[in-house]
């Protein structure tokens, strides 16, 4: 079951919510439909799922509605229409307790500049959430004291959070939702209130925390960068809608329209890309025991110098050169054994475009993709790097 | 004479209330009363030395050893000017107005803060307390409470009581909403969110509001004293009628010794002193 899943999300402001709901059912626009009715249109339409332990990001320029939709997944929001549900329950029909309890124990919040108490302390700050859920005092600080380890503060439970640095009071705020045990945490633009290299420092620190504590995280930015290197999953928001869902690889290599294509357009794509998104099926293999007429033969028709070799089972075992295939065909050699290169580039999947393109410099020939187990997965060749460095569609 | 007579009006207003609010009028004063009362026999009762030493140390704690050390020479020369008795009066007297518009003011901003219909409507109300001539509003107090410390309290109130009610109003709005935010979605409850993030948030302007109330209500001693109100108001006025130079001169630096005292005091009450634990 999906942890959360949102369906037909709307929201309205203004007087006249059902009308404006119908007339955005009739295809009319947010411009149309604030002339008409005097209504705000901040969400037209928003569904989507979110499984659990997933990060997904809701990406946005502001008045995209991205802030919109995570207030309503805690009601902080009241959507005009549409369901959320958490866990298979649905939140938006949650009577007063029912949405207290979600409040404190299914979903935790980090916000953008933090949020804290400025009157309490550090450790006091983390334990607000706990002290809503009913705690007493002497349960809730070992928990207090151990989220504030996790995010590394430990030693300063007792200062006010103004003595804090915005890295350091985002740990608190962050430890602050991690202590109330909720399974989901929504992160409203968490990081955009820190400068760069605090902010590449913390988006690590969540990814490594993330590894070990296995939330539903749901993280809302305005910068693609952000959402490509946090992002399992990526939603990206267009005046209320949304325009794309997919994973960072394929809102990068298959942008669903031009407003997708022209947000993608300056993203380093060297970084986000791996070796899995641009490889292809080479053309052609043999096996050794192909012997070397039918490895010249499949090079002649490819129009390639070099072929690669597998054995049976898909495992990459080496590439012959076309001349050295010649040579064996020469010597009336059955087997390709003699001239099998195994000093070969091979790269793993998950390899990231920018240090592909540092192995692409030192060979001729392409590069292998090969998973854990030695298996052949495709190739890279220079020219399919450069092409996707530049952006080009395939 | 006015066409629209809105001075008849309003005298015909006042005589309706003083009948048929009499009953109230009474209980209000009753309470006003032995408020007053209570605080003139706490503030009169122990010898000066003691209530010397206690502003004195008070000062201490809460400014430091330069207001300790004036307070301790002001009051002192208070006494020595044999205007102590007329000082506690008037300090009973400001404490209880205070007391009253904080107990009406601070409730009433929390309104505001929370409806924008309210504070529109207080507004102008808020505007026209403080700007209307204070003598203006010893007229009805003595019409419905007659003469005494009572009216001059009542008086002292409608004038003293629009900065509690602005300032606990813009305290409360000044509450960063992230913050606010932040306690709504730990699943605090409006109650819970008011009494553990916006007032203690809003401590520091509301109390700059009391301080305001506390120097409103001193700054009407010698008016609610021309009703009756006594303490050293009426030494003031008798400084002036009975053209009793010195009376009137020492009356009025004891009002002001009185005035930066209280002043530091509510004044340091605002500042974060120890961090909450």
Redesign the interface.
Same mark, same amino acid.
Request: no cysteine; proline share 3%; glycine share 6%.
């Given at each position: 079951m999906e942890k959360i899943e949102v369906r037909g999300l709307r929201k309205i402001y203004g007087g006249n919510p059902e009308r404006a709901i119908a007339l955005l059912e009739k295809g009319q626009s947010k411009q149309q439909i604030l002339e008409e009715t005097g209504c705000t249109v901040a969400i037209q339409e928003a569904s989507f799922e979110v499984k659990a332990g997933e990060i997904f990001v809701i990406m946005g320029l502001s008045g995209s509605g991205k802030s919109t939709v995570l207030r309503c997944l &805690?009601r902080?929001i009241e959507p005009s229409a549409g369901s959320v549900h958490v866990d298979g329950v649905d939140v938006t029909r949650a009577d007063r307790a029912g949405l207290?309890?979600v @409040? $404190? @124990?299914k =979903?935790? =919040?980090v #916000? %953008? &500049? #933090? +949020?804290?108490?400025?009157? @309490?302390?550090v450790i $006091?700050n983390v334990e607000? +959430?706990l002290e =809503? %859920?009913g705690l007493e005092r002497r349960e809730s600080r070992p928990k207090a004291m151990q989220a504030l380890e996790l995010v590394g503060l430990k030693g300063y439970e007792?200062k006010?959070p103004r003595e804090l640095s915005g890295g350091m009071q985002q740990r608190v705020g962050l430890a $602050?939702a991690i202590a109330?045990d909720a399974e989901i945490l929504?992160m409203d633009e968490a990081f955009s209130a820190l400068d760069p290299l605090i902010r590449r420092q913390m988006q690590d620190e969540l990814l490594e925390l993330q590894s070990r504590m296995n939330k539903t995280i749901v993280f809302i930015t305005h910068d693609l960068d952000e959402a490509l290197k946090l992002g399992g999953r990526i939603v990206i928001m267009k005046d209320g809608c949304i325009a794309q869902l997919g994973t960072p690889e394929e809102i990068l290599t298959s942008p669903a329209d031009d407003y997708v294509r022209a947000f993608v357009e300056h993203v380093d794509r060297t970084k986000v890309l791996t070796a899995r998104a641009i490889m292809r099926r080479p053309e052609s293999v043999v096996h050794p025991k192909d012997g070397p007429a039918l490895a010249v033969k499949r090079m002649r028709e490819s129009g390639t110098s070099t072929l690669f070799v597998t054995n049976q089972a898909r495992k990459l075992m080496g590439v012959v050169r076309i001349e050295d295939a010649l040579k064996l065909l020469a010597e009336n050699k059955h087997s390709l054994d003699g001239a099998l290169v195994t000093d070969l580039p091979t790269t793993s999947p998950d390899t990231p475009l920018a240090r592909l393109v540092a192995v692409a410099a030192t060979t001729q020939i392409p590069i292998a993709v090969v998973g854990e187990d030695q298996s052949f997965l495709g190739i890279v060749s220079r020219a399919t790097l450069l092409a996707s460095i530049a952006g080009e569609q395939r | 004479m006015s066409t629209l007579k809105i001075g008849e009006g309003f005298e015909e207003l006042i005589d309706w209330l003083g009948t048929r609010g009499a009953p109230v009028f009474d209980a209000i004063r009753a309470v006003l009363t032995a408020c007053i009362s209570g605080l003139e026999s706490a503030l009169l009762l122990p010898p000066s030395y003691a209530i010397i030493a206690v502003l004195m140390v008070l000062a201490w704690r809460l400014c430091g050893l330069g207001t300790a050390v004036f307070t301790a020479l002001g009051m002192l020369l208070i006494q020595d000017m044999g205007l102590w008795k007329a000082t506690m009066e008037t300090l009973a007297l400001v404490l209880s107005s205070a007391l009253v518009a904080l107990v009406l003011g601070i409730p009433l901003g929390i309104w505001a803060a929370y409806s924008r219909v309210v504070e529109r409507v207080l507004r102008p109300a808020l505007d026209l307390m403080q700007t209307m001539p204070a003598f203006v509003y010893l007229i009805p107090a003595v019409l419905f409470f007659r003469l005494g410390k009572v009216p001059g309290v009542v008086a002292t109130v409608i004038f003293a009581m629009p900065p509690a009610v602005r300032l606990t109003n813009l305290g409360i709005r000044q509450v960063p909403a992230e913050v606010v935010e932040a306690a709504i979605a730990f699943g605090a409850t409006p109650r819970q969110t008011l009494l553990n993030v916006q007032l203690p948030i809003a401590v520091p302007t509301l109390l700059a509001g009391v301080n305001q109330t506390i120097m409103l209500s001193l700054s009407m001693v010698v008016i609610s004293a021309m009703i009756g109100a006594g303490g050293l108001g009426e030494q003031v006025l008798k400084g002036i009628t009975q053209l009793r130079i010195g009376l009137g001169f020492e009356s009025g630096i004891a009002v002001v010794i009185l005035a930066i005292v209280l002043d530091r005091l509510t004044h340091a009450l605002g500042k974060p002193r120890t961090r909450s634990s």
């Open positions: &805690n902080l207290l309890d @409040r $404190r @124990r =979903m935790a =919040m #916000f %953008q &500049n #933090f +949020g804290l108490l400025p009157h @309490r302390s $006091r607000y +959430g =809503m %859920q007792e006010l $602050r109330t929504l | -």
